[in-house]
Structures are given as structure tokens and as C-alpha cells.
């Protein structure tokens, strides 16, 4: 059989190989974070977040049409990331075998030894990714990464087989076209590909230019960067420009109709394409042809973003920013709701104002809608044309209405200027949030936060933190082994990378040689004994000395998906989760030379064995030390079949609200999956679900203003030329006198106004809203409380007359007066409900958790008084309701089960749930029900098993209850399990060294404060068991001292 056909028989068998490991560790519905959006979005075509994913969307929707049952739809989804990722395989495979055959001098050199070489080595090379833990993650949940590996591969692939076939085929350049569309269509899934454009230009120059110079090398990639620049800097936003241009000025200053310029923009595209080919036929420029098309191909790939448009006009539920023509879409495709941040040039972290000029101009923003005109002057605008005219014919007069683009917001003295003394080249220490700040000045040890940063330290930053945290860490994650999935914000026991030979990790981790056995048999625990890391720098070093022009290749490759991302992104410490996944592009590269190690290695020993011996035997041990060995490790903690947590936690939420209800969430993981459940399933429908961070925003408030399915409006009373953007964005406080509490209805009414009485001047002359009292009253309709059942019976008595509400922050924001504007208008007449999720401080609830009621996931907000807690626990625990909810109503997405692995953050948001069961038990004992209190408990540790879900904090309050309820055998039995593992990590930490145990100071001080906190609960409910456990404590603080260790 010859080569060609091998090559496709194995890179095929290994596709199947990775397809069936990822098909039997998909995950069967959605996951956290973004996942439940983009598969919601998939499904029923509707518009996720900024920049957009139109044709994952496309693929998406496609896969969902096989699915048949609805539930089936996440699963369809997420095979579509599966069977991207396997594909991907297939490309690394075919280029790892094309690399490998050109390392042997070609084909003409490929015997039967060589070709079991070279496709040992690509087997090698592809599985020791498909095993990897960032890309392997990716594969099997719906999100678009995996897919954006696909294109990445493809067009790295794609390239290579032009070079094959450039010599002999005369439409070889069919290829290069082939890599212009898929860089268009990545652009709506993820632009990842876009950095593998100088790989690729470098493949062509050294092919049409095999005699290289050195000018030639460097101007080369120069020109292979340049590329990548107009690509992404300027045919993909230029063409968007071109058409938001157009479309303002036909309609704003030619008087045409809406998206008459959109339609003149495509005219001009596409006669200047034809122009192109049809001129540069006839002046036979072939290659300027080729570069035409290539253009074109580029624009007709990212067309699909036409399709948020069309949808964004049809105003689906999930809509977000709603890009519904060139004007919107272009902000869209900028990402201009997060704002930017600095990469090359910038400021500090500790940034003052410029003291003469502290804010320039930004963008001004236009929105579609129709101005009310009386003469040329506008005396109205609103967003609906039927609004426009019930307006005129309401006012009468010589008024008429127009569409148009109105200036809703012109950004003047919008944007921060800094002192320029606190700017400077490559500003990595940039954030000036708060908790970034302090995080900032304590990794690099700053002494003076209120100085300049100097360039060292900004350089400093860049390799301690974002290569080394943020890039290095991950990649060795990959290929030497990884500590556990806990995030990692400078632990020694946190999210690092290992190797699994204990010397080498005590170099940088403290003493290896006394791990607990609940570390070490932690599923998230993988070792590969760097074997993947040795076999790619010998990969690396082996093309080189062979190639060294393919190698620089896949070293830009490499370094532009790694390091050049680094540099791009400017990470803050720390994020919100682990990024690894961005940086698979890099992790592939890397794939390469672990496939040409294998290949170098046979090379190596092959003129001391028998050729085909030795790649056999060669071939045989690559697979099994470093594929085989990775796919062992990795299994358990990558296998998510039967995995229903996301799910069921989102359905938890919702079953915690009555029917018709709103539920205010606040983050991606009590808001992403909570919208899947709903359009995806179809699951409590009549729900709506307003997310706080997005209620800044005019377009949400909208959407929030429409029904949805079974979920009537949110019945806010502001009208869309009320809260536009640029409209009441913030009111800041001032204080006029006004005395006494203010009416909530009264306050709104206040707001609504545009005269000057309600708005100041700054000291440039801006002017701005204001609100002059903070202390307002809500006045309580009784009948309308009992009427609509907000409280029970038994809690009729208690109703309050009024409740007195005090807005402490001197500012209140668009989104806080929505809230307030609620509040006044909903008369109890619909549930309100708080995610338990929100935030941990009262301002995080606007300052009324006095008067929740705890039901399940989520706080009611009720005419009564309570005692409040603190943090998680406001609000009264409704027992009844309670008990229903946790015991009957909610599931657990078969968290319990041994086989099912629960990462970090599965487990994170299962801790909810085990203070909540706490809170329903120790309610249950107030009330004297203690058979119901253990009950309770002993159903919540069947759910989330200790030995699973860790000893942490969040059992303090199981244990505490279970000795309230009279339970002490099972309160005494978990204190002591609680202690075996503390024991197991403080004799871990006292083998440390002084410095190593410095290093771990806070993390042996947390045990210590957990020993005390359990010593605690004994002392106060369990006197027989007093002294034993004290001296249990003394036995093991009594290494650390005084607790410096």
C-alpha cells in the first residue's frame, strides 16, 4: 500500500480515535459560563454577546435540527465542538506527516521503515493533544474555541498542501483561497486563525523563494505581519465602517430610507470586486487577481454577521445589543460595551487625570428611531415609528415624524485623559479597580503606589504574572503534568504545574514527599513526567537542525498564539476564571514538535537498529509514555457524561421563584444557564430573568420591556427616550436641603424630568442629573399584598405600612433606577426575587435584604422586617417552602455519584446549595423540629458528600446544626473527618522548609484558623469530646507556634 493512502487510513483512524474519546466524555447538556448562551443562542438563532459567533451559530442550529427531543439540543451542540476538536486532530495529524516527510528529504526517501516513522509520528503528535487537558476541555462542551481550533488547523493544514502541490498543480493556489474564506468565516466564530497568517506567509516565501537572504527573511515577515494587520485592523472593521458611514449619511442627510446605505454599501463591494477581477484579467495580473478574490472570499466568510442583524430586527428574546443595522453592528463587532484597555501605549494602574484636560471626546453614538419634527427642529424622538405618531396626533399642529439616526449620547468629555508622566510604552500594570490595584502592588512588591511605574516594573509584570501565571503555567499544565483544577492566585498548592517527580516539584512547590492522600488521589491531579515537554523541545531542536526554515515557521505559529495573545489580552490579577482555553492555538503548535520528537527519535537511532525495528520500537514507546500516558491521566477528571449540574443548579434557581415572578441575577453562571434551561427546554417560562449587569444598558431595558413567551414585561414605567444611552446614565446626589423621607413614586416622577431644576453643572460645563434625597419610603398596599399572597398567613400581622429605604452611595445609576422604578410600579402585583449569587454586601441588594425571605436559590423581597444576616445569609428561611423546594422540587444533576467529576467551578456553585440546606436545618431547630433539621443535613450530605465536594467552610454550618438538632454522633463523625484531612495538610506543610513554609503561610494559617473554628463548635456542644480534640489541636498547631510558622 503506498504512503498517500497510509497517511489517510491512520490520520482517519486517529480522527475516530478522537472522536470517540470525546463523543463518550461530551458533556449531555449545557455547562457553566458561557456555554448555556451560545447553545441558546445556537438553537434559536438569536444574538450572544459582543464580538459574536454567527456561523457557530449557524453550525449550531444545524446540529440542533437532529437532536429531536429539546433536551437533546445542548447535546447536538456540543457533539458540533466535538466533532470540531476531532477534525482538528486530523489536520495536526496531516501536518505533523507533511512536516515529518519534508524532514526526510521527501517523498522519494519515504521507505516502509520511514513511513511507519512518520505516521508513528503524527499518531503521536495528534493524541498527545487530543488527550491535552486545555484542548480536551474545550472538546466537549459548546462553546466556540474548539470550532476556532478547526479553522486554525485547516488553514495551517491548507497551506502545506499548497506547498505540495504548488509545483506540479496550476490552480495550487485554489489552497491559498481556500485559507482567505475560512479566515472569513472564523471571523464569526473566533478570530484565533488570524495569528496563524504569518506561519502561513512565511510557508509561501520560502517556497517561492528557496535561496534566502537575510533582507529577504526579515522583510518576509514583516510583510507576513502586515498582512495579519490589514486583515484584522482593517478589511474586517473597514468594510463595517464603509458601511455605517453610508448608512448614516443616506438617511440622516439624503433623506432616505432606512438601510439604504447598507444597500449601496453591498453595491459598492460588489462592483468594485467585479471591477477588480474583470481589470485585472484584462491587464493579466494574476496574482493581483488572486489577491482580489481573496479579499472578496474574506468578505463573503464574515458575512455571516448579516445573519445578528436580520435576527436582532425579528427582536428575540436574547438579543444583545441589539445590532440591528450597520450603525449598531459595527459597535457590536467592536466590543464597545467593554470599553478598551492599553497594549502598547498606555497608563498606570495609578493614573491622575490630566489637570488640564481630564476627559476628551469619544465616539458619538447614533441609535435608529424617529425624530418628531416641527419645521427643521426636533421636539421629540422615540424608538418606535407608532410611538412617533400616537405623539403627533396626540399634540396636533404642524409636526410630522422622520426616521433617522439620532444622536443619543456624543460622548463629549466622556473618555479619561491621563497624566501623561503616568503613560508610557507597554503599560501592563493598567487596571485601576480596586482589587486589581492591591493586587498589582503585592506581586510586585510595590513600596510607593501613588509613584510612576517605571518601565521595569511594567516589563516586570509581563513575565513574572502574564507569561509566567497566565501563559506558562497553563502550557505546562498541558504537556508536564497539573497540580489540580483550584484557580491558582500564587497558592503552593493551588492550580500550579507539576512534573510528578517529587524532587523536581520540591524545587518550586515546597517538600512533595508528604502528600495527603486526598491531594493525591484528587481526579484533577495529572502527571506526565514532562514527557510531552522533553519530546517537543527534542522536536523542536530536531527541525530545526533539519528544517530550520519550516521550524521558524511553527515557531511563529507558536509564539503569535501565545505570547503575541499575552500581549493583546494585558491580563489583570486576577481573573475571574482560568484562561487556558485561549491559548490552545499555541498548545497545537507545540503538538507539532512532540509529533517530530517522535520522528527525530527514530532518526536518531535508526542507523543503530534495524530501520523498521527501530520504528516499531520507537513509534511503541512514544505512544505509550506520552499519549497513552496522558489519556490515563487525564480521563477522570475530562469525562462529563452523565453530568447534569449546570442544568439542574439553573432549574433550582428558577423553581425557587413563584409563578410570573422576576429574578434578579447578576453574573454568566445564574444567568447563561438559567436562559438555556428557559429557551432551550422550555423550563419555567413565565419567569423573567433581568440581569443586573446588563440593566445599564438601553437595548436589555428594552428587551426587558417586551413579553417573552410566558413572561409578561418588566413593568418599568420609563419610556425609551427616558433611558437611552446618554440619557440619565447616572444621577449623582447633591445636596438642596430637601427633608424628610421621599416618596418612591414621587422620586421617579423627579427623575423623569429634563429641566434644569434637576440636573448641575460640572466644572466644564457639562450638564448632568441629579437626585437630592436619599432617604425614600415605599408606602405598602396591604390588599394588594394579600391579594397576590406575597406573605403567608402567619405573617400577615407583620406587614408593614411602609418600608423606609436609605440609598447609601452618592451616585445611582442607570441600572439602580430601574430597580427603584420597579419598586414603586410593580405594587406587589408580581413576585420579586434576588439570586442568592448577587453579591455578598448589601449594596449588592440596594440595601433591602431587611426584607427577604429565603425560598430555595434565590431571596423574595416581602412587606416585612426581618433580622438580617450577613452575606449569605439575609433574609427569613420560609421553612415549607424551603423543605419543598430542596427535598422534592430541585435535583442535584447527579452530583452525587462517585463517577461523576465535579470541577472547580461545578463545585464552587454546588457550595450554594450546602448553606442553604445549613440555613433550612437551623430554622428548623428555632422552630423546635429537630428530627426535620437532621433530616435535612443528612439529605444535603448524600447530595454533596464531604469526601467529594472537600472540607471547607461551607460545612462549619452542617456540622454546627447537626449538633443543635441533637445529632452528635453525626456532627462528631464529620468534625473529626474534618480534622483527618487538616492533619493530613498541616504534616504536609511541616516538612517544609522556613522558606517554603513562609511561602505557604496563608494557606497553613487558614487550616489552623479552620482547626480553631472546629475546636470552637466542640467546646460549645460537645463536652465529652473537649479535651481529646483539644489536645488534638495543640498536637497539630503546636509545630507552627505562634503562627509564624
Same mark, same amino acid.
Given at each position: 500500500?503506498?504512503? !498517500? ?7 482517519? @483512524?486517529?480522527?475516530?480515535?478522537? @472522536? ?13 459560563? +458561557? ?17 459574536? $459567533? ?53 517523498? !522519494? ?20 493533544? @487530543? ?29 502545506? !498542501? ?136 474574506? #468578505?463573503? &466568510? ?69 425624530? #418628531? ?82 518601565? $521595569? ?27 489540580? +483544577? ?95 482555553? $485561549? ?14 520528537? /517522535? ?8 542507523? !543503530? ?22 489519556? /490515563? ?107 424628610? %423621607? ?15 431644576? #434637576? ?5 466644564? &460645563? ?77 449594596? /449588592?441588594?440596594?440595601?433591602?435584604? *431587611? ?21 449569605? *445569609? ?33 463545585? %464552587? ?36 458528600? /464531604? ?78 469530646? #473537649? ?17 509564624? &510558622?
Amino acid at each position: 500500500m503506498d504512503y !498517500k493512502k497510509l497517511n489517510n487510513i491512520v490520520g482517519w @483512524t486517529v480522527f475516530a480515535i478522537a @472522536t470517540i474519546t470525546y463523543f463518550m466524555t461530551i458533556e449531555p447538556t449545557t455547562s457553566f459560563w +458561557d456555554c448555556g448562551e451560545y447553545i441558546a443562542t445556537s438553537v434559536k438563532l438569536q444574538v450572544g454577546h459582543p464580538p459574536g $459567533a454567527p456561523f457557530f451559530q449557524l453550525m449550531g442550529n444545524l446540529f440542533g435540527q437532529f437532536a429531536g427531543e429539546a433536551e437533546n439540543q445542548a447535546l447536538m451542540v456540543n457533539a458540533l465542538s466535538a466533532l470540531s476538536s476531532s477534525f482538528s486532530i486530523l489536520f495536526l495529524f496531516w501536518t505533523i506527516t507533511a512536516l515529518g516527510v519534508k524532514l526526510l528529504g521527501g517523498k !522519494k526517501n519515504i521507505d516502509g521503515a520511514a513511513t511507519v516513522a512518520v505516521l508513528g509520528a503524527g499518531a503521536v503528535g495528534a493524541l498527545a493533544y @487530543t488527550f491535552s487537558d486545555s484542548f480536551w476541555f474545550s472538546a466537549v462542551e459548546g462553546e466556540v474555541y474548539a470550532m476556532s481550533s478547526f479553522f486554525t488547523a485547516a488553514a495551517f493544514w491548507a497551506v502545506l !498542501k499548497w506547498e505540495q502541490a504548488v509545483d506540479e498543480d496550476p490552480h495550487a493556489n485554489k489552497w491559498l483561497l481556500l485559507i482567505a474564506y475560512l479566515v472569513g468565516l472564523s471571523v464569526g466564530v473566533h478570530i484565533l486563525v488570524f495569528l496563524t497568517i504569518p506561519a502561513i506567509g512565511m510557508i509561501y516565501y520560502f517556497k517561492k523563494f528557496p535561496n534566502t537572504t537575510r533582507n529577504g527573511f526579515i522583510i518576509a515577515n514583516g510583510a507576513s505581519i502586515l498582512i495579519l494587520a490589514l486583515v484584522f485592523a482593517f478589511i474586517i472593521p473597514m468594510v463595517l465602517k464603509l458601511f455605517g458611514a453610508l448608512e448614516i449619511t443616506f438617511v440622516n442627510s439624503l433623506n432616505m430610507p432606512f438601510h439604504s446605505g447598507t444597500v449601496a454599501a453591498s453595491l459598492i463591494l460588489i462592483a468594485a470586486t467585479t471591477f477588480g477581477i474583470v481589470w485585472t484579467k484584462k491587464t493579466n495580473k494574476p496574482l493581483v487577481q488572486q489577491a482580489v478574490i481573496a479579499v472578496m472570499l474574506i #468578505v463573503m &466568510g464574515y458575512s455571516t454577521f448579516i445573519i445578528l442583524a436580520v435576527r436582532s430586527n425579528a427582536n428575540t428574546p436574547i438579543d444583545e445589543n441589539n445590532p440591528e443595522d450597520a450603525m449598531s453592528l459595527l459597535a457590536y463587532y467592536n466590543r464597545e460595551q467593554y470599553g478598551d484597555w492599553p497594549i502598547l501605549y498606555g497608563k498606570s494602574f495609578n493614573a491622575p487625570y490630566d489637570r488640564n484636560k481630564p476627559f476628551g471626546d469619544g465616539n458619538p453614538v447614533y441609535q435608529r428611531g424617529f425624530a #418628531v419634527l416641527k419645521g427643521k427642529k426636533q421636539v421629540a424622538a422615540f424608538k418606535m415609528e407608532s410611538e412617533a405618531l400616537a405623539y403627533v396626533e396626540e399634540k396636533g399642529g404642524d409636526l410630522k415624524v422622520d426616521g433617522k439616526y439620532l444622536l443619543t449620547d456624543d460622548k463629549k468629555a466622556s473618555v479619561p485623559n491621563y497624566d501623561p508622566k503616568y503613560q508610557g510604552f507597554f503599560p501592563r500594570i493598567w487596571n485601576d479597580d480596586p482589587q486589581y490595584k492591591q493586587n498589582y502592588i503585592n506581586i510586585m512588591n510595590i513600596k510607593d503606589p501613588d509613584a510612576p511605574i517605571t518601565f $521595569a516594573q511594567h516589563v516586570g509584570f509581563f513575565f513574572e504574572y502574564q507569561i509566567g501565571k497566565m501563559w506558562w503555567r497553563y502550557f505546562m499544565w498541558n504537556y508536564s503534568g497539573r497540580q489540580n +483544577d483550584e484557580q491558582h492566585r500564587y497558592e503552593l498548592t493551588k492550580g500550579n504545574w507539576i512534573t510528578g517527580i517529587p524532587f523536581l516539584d520540591s524545587i518550586r512547590l515546597g517538600d512533595q514527599g508528604n502528600l495527603p492522600e486526598h491531594w493525591k488521589n484528587n481526579p484533577s491531579r495529572n502527571t506526565y513526567f514532562m514527557l510531552p515537554f522533553l519530546l517537543g523541545i527534542f522536536g523542536l531542536y530536531y527541525q530545526y537542525k533539519k528544517n530550520n526554515k519550516d521550524a521558524w515557521a511553527v515557531t511563529l505559529f507558536f509564539l503569535l498564539t501565545g505570547i503575541a495573545i499575552v500581549v493583546y489580552t494585558n491580563h489583570k490579577p486576577f481573573e475571574p476564571r482560568e484562561r487556558d482555553y $485561549a491559548f490552545v492555538g499555541s498548545f497545537y503548535a507545540y503538538a507539532i514538535w512532540i509529533g517530530l520528537g /517522535a520522528l527525530g527519535l527514530w532518526d536518531t537511532v535508526r542507523t !543503530k537498529l534495524s530501520p523498521m525495528v527501530a520504528s516499531y520500537l520507537v513509534v511503541g514507546v512514544a505512544l505509550v509514555a506520552v499519549p497513552l500516558r496522558m489519556a /490515563a491521566e487525564n480521563w477522570d477528571d475530562h469525562d462529563r457524561s452523565n453530568r447534569y449540574t449546570a442544568r439542574d443548579i439553573a432549574k433550582a434557581y428558577l423553581d425557587s421563584c413563584d409563578p410570573n415572578a422576576i429574578l434578579f441575577t447578576n453574573g454568566d453562571n445564574d444567568t447563561f444557564p438559567l436562559w438555556y434551561v428557559q429557551e432551550v427546554e422550555g423550563y419555567r417560562t413565565d419567569v423573567r430573568i433581568v440581569n443586573l449587569s446588563l440593566l445599564n444598558t438601553d437595548w436589555y431595558i428594552d428587551q426587558q420591556r417586551r413579553k417573552a413567551y410566558d413572561g409578561e414585561a418588566v413593568p418599568f414605567s420609563f419610556k425609551w427616550h427616558e433611558y437611552v444611552q446618554g440619557t440619565r446614565d447616572v444621577l449623582y446626589y447633591r445636596d438642596l436641603g430637601v427633608k424628610g %423621607r421621599w416618596d418612591v413614586k414621587d422620586f421617579i416622577q423627579f427623575s423623569k424630568r429634563d429641566d434644569s431644576q #434637576v440636573k448641575f453643572k460640572t466644572g466644564g &460645563g457639562k450638564e448632568l442629573p441629579l437626585f437630592p434625597q436619599k432617604n425614600f419610603r415605599i408606602n405598602i398596599d396591604k390588599e394588594a399584598v394579600y391579594a397576590n399572597g406575597v406573605v403567608d398567613v402567619a405573617d400577615s400581622a407583620s406587614v408593614l405600612d411602609y418600608i423606609d429605604w436609605d440609598w447609601k452611595a452618592n451616585v445611582m445609576t442607570k441600572r439602580d433606577l430601574m430597580v427603584v422604578d420597579l419598586i414603586a410600579n410593580n405594587n406587589w402585583e408580581r413576585p420579586i426575587y434576588f439570586s442568592i449569587t448577587v453579591g455578598n454586601s448589601p449594596k /449588592a441588594y440596594f440595601w433591602l435584604n *431587611d426584607y427577604f425571605r429565603l425560598e430555595g436559590m434565590a431571596y423574595r423581597f416581602v412587606p416585612v422586617k426581618y433580622e438580617s444576616g450577613t452575606g449569605i *445569609d439575609y433574609g427569613k428561611v420560609d421553612t415549607e417552602i424551603m423543605y419543598e423546594n430542596l427535598m422534592s422540587k430541585f435535583s442535584y444533576g447527579n452530583m452525587e455519584l462517585p463517577e461523576v467529576y465535579l470541577d472547580e467551578t461545578n463545585r %464552587r456553585l454546588s457550595y450554594n446549595l450546602r448553606t442553604i440546606f445549613g440555613r433550612l436545618a437551623n430554622e428548623f431547630i428555632v422552630e423546635g423540629d429537630n428530627e426535620k433539621a437532621v433530616e435535612v443535613l443528612d439529605f444535603a450530605m448524600e447530595k454533596m458528600p /464531604a469526601e467529594k465536594f472537600g472540607y471547607n467552610y461551607f460545612v462549619f454550618g452542617i456540622i454546627d446544626s447537626y449538633y443543635k438538632a441533637g445529632a452528635t454522633d453525626k456532627a462528631r463523625e464529620l468534625t473529626n473527618a474534618f480534622a483527618d484531612h487538616l492533619d493530613a495538610e498541616l504534616d504536609y506543610f511541616r516538612a517544609f522548609d522556613r522558606e517554603d513554609r513562609k511561602r505557604a503561610a496563608n494557606e497553613w494559617r487558614t487550616n489552623l484558623q479552620f482547626y480553631q473554628m472546629l475546636l470552637q463548635n466542640v467546646q460549645v456542644h460537645d463536652q465529652d469530646s #473537649v479535651q481529646e480534640f483539644y489536645q488534638r489541636f495543640q498536637l497539630a498547631a503546636q509545630p507552627f507556634g505562634n503562627g509564624r &510558622g
